[in-house]
């Protein structure tokens, strides 16, 4: 077997050459294991590196712009020079593997319909993590010890804020609870689980794990669903002092919401596949929750009074997919039947339509179409 000559002769200009296909661990590790290794890789070349690594995060095609990470600088007006002895370019070092730590490697492509729909939601602006973002962990080692996707939304949601219709905005986030899609002002406290739930028993997930919000009885496959149903439910909300101003297109936004009035039909029968097939097979743009009620029924047995408990499973899929649509919309398939659809394209809703077709068939999405024209369930948010 060949052996190879020692890292530490390779020519400085191949050694750059090197560097750019490792990755950050990959890096650090070789600058470790050899101070042969360690003499050439040096805090320059990783600065070099770590700097088009997290510039490719940011640019990551599945992204498609909708998150900005803007790179860490020096100060333009001082030496160079000066900052290998005064400890600069360490800081910089320092807020290069912050960030890569947070994000690199991570599984940035389960926020991409998040992001799209803050996207629409804030009139077609990318989200931009600023250093106050990263700021929101006390340390790297604090940051590290959350699952994956709940620290990837700290730092994404930290200051994030929605604009209200009637003026003024309110935080996403607030004290690591999230906003009520029915009552924006109130944030509803999260726990994510370090076990499957009893209701979603499959494919758990510990980077993306499952999630409970308390006082609603309600358990998400996972905690980015658990963020994607709750930008949903805060887009749609009705006009009023606290309705979210659609700012992605002028006008207005519409929700339909369709019932199954024959549950032996086409249509009813599509519905129920949906909610049966199993989570861990969904694509990534389908989400995930299951709804946990107690009701009024009681019976008496030997073994004392038992409660009824009833669950109901909602998945919500995302029918706009990229950042070249002028709207947003995504459709909400419950356990009624029924089907909630929400978009904020003007009428006559051509591209919504299509995207229903593509979604349920021509035949079901027009049998649904036509029978929202007369209904009364259709909320036109101002």
């Excluded at 360690?38 to 070099?48: D, E, F, G, W």
């Excluded at 200051?159 to 690591?176: D, F, I, K, T």
Aim: hydrophobic share 40%; proline share 6%.
């Amino acid at each position: 077997m060949k052996e190879g000559i020692p890292f530490c002769r390779v020519p400085g200009d191949v050694t750059q050459t090197i560097t750019s296909y490792l990755d950050s661990p990959s890096a650090l590790s070789l600058r470790l294991v050899d101070k042969c290794r360690a003499a050439a890789l040096t805090l320059a070349s990783l600065i070099a590196l770590f700097s088009s690594l997290l510039a490719s995060i940011a640019n990551d095609a599945e992204l498609e712009g909708l998150l900005q990470v803007p790179i860490p600088q020096l100060p333009l007006n001082s030496d160079l020079s000066h900052f290998y002895t005064s400890g600069i370019t360490r800081w910089l070092f320092h807020q290069l593997i912050s960030r890569l730590c947070i994000l690199d490697n991570c599984g940035l492509s389960r926020w991409r319909l998040p992001l799209l729909m803050l996207y629409y939601i804030r009139g077609r602006r990318p989200l931009v993590l600023e250093k106050k973002n990263f700021g929101v962990f006390d340390s790297v080692a604090d940051a590290l010890r959350q699952p994956e996707a709940k620290r990837q939304w700290s730092v994404m949601s930290h200051c994030l804020q929605l604009s209200l219709s009637q003026g003024g905005a309110q935080p996403v986030m607030e004290y690591g609870r999230i906003s009520s899609p029915s009552n924006i002002r109130h944030h509803l406290r999260i726990a994510v689980r370090d076990s499957p739930s009893p209701l979603c028993p499959d494919a758990f997930d510990p980077k993306d794990p499952t999630t409970e919000i308390d006082q609603t009885d309600t358990v998400f496959h996972t905690y980015s669903g658990m963020v994607a149903f709750t930008l949903a439910g805060l887009s749609r909300r009705p006009s009023g002092r606290d309705a979210i101003r659609p700012r992605a297109t002028p006008g207005t936004a519409v929700s339909f919401l369709w019932f199954a009035r024959d549950r032996s039909s086409a249509i009813a029968r599509w519905v129920r596949a949906v909610l049966e097939y199993p989570a861990s097979a969904l694509p990534m743009r389908v989400y995930d929750k299951v709804l946990r009620r107690g009701t009024d029924r009681r019976s008496v047995s030997e073994r004392g009074t038992s409660i009824e408990i009833r669950n109901s499973r909602y998945r919500l899929i995302v029918v706009t997919t990229s950042t070249q649509h002028g709207h947003f919309a995504c459709v909400t398939v419950g356990d009624y039947p029924s089907l909630d659809i929400y978009t904020t394209e003007q009428p006559p809703f051509t591209a919504t339509r299509a995207a229903l077709q593509m979604l349920l068939g021509q035949q079901a999405a027009d049998e649904v179409w036509w029978s929202l024209v007369d209904d009364e369930h259709v909320t036109v948010h101002v």
